[in-house]
């Protein structure tokens, strides 16, 4: 089984800012034909897709309301994929999960195979 498990979270003041990582291990994931993604869900909200990346390419891709305050990186050589936030707002409590998929990134949560047990993200104001 593959495992992806996140660090990072925690409570922080509205306008500071956060790095979430997630690394992959274990299973027969492969990720010169994977993709992983961060997406987040707030209490009563649906899971909302952030951003992805996929391996073989480097592509990334955004939702457009995560533009800007918000990056995804990766360092291969420890499977990690990275999520910075920047300039948080009270509206961006909630947990943060990272998921990890074969093939292209896609912004439906449910085609991802694999999951964190998600970070909590709290920003008071």
């Known amino acids: 089984q593959v495992q992806l498990v996140e660090s990072g979270g925690g409570l922080v003041q509205a306008g500071e800012s956060l790095r979430l990582s997630c690394t992959a291990s274990?299973?027969?994931?492969?990720?010169?034909?994977?993709?992983m993604a961060w997406f987040r869900q707030a209490p009563g909200k649906d899971r909302e897709f952030m951003a992805a990346y996929r391996w073989i390419t480097g592509e990334t891709i955004y939702a457009e309301s995560m533009r800007g305050r918000f990056t995804i990186s990766t360092d291969n050589a420890m499977n990690t994929l990275s999520l910075q936030m920047n300039s948080l707002k009270p509206q961006d409590t909630a947990v943060y999960y990272c998921?990890?998929?074969?093939?292209?990134?896609?912004?439906?949560?449910?085609?991802?195979?694999?999951w964190g047990q998600g970070a909590q993200v709290a920003v008071s104001s």
């Open positions: 274990g299973g027969t994931f492969t990720f010169s034909t994977s993709s």
């Open positions: 998921a990890a998929r074969r093939g292209l990134p896609t912004t439906d949560a449910h085609t991802y195979d694999y």
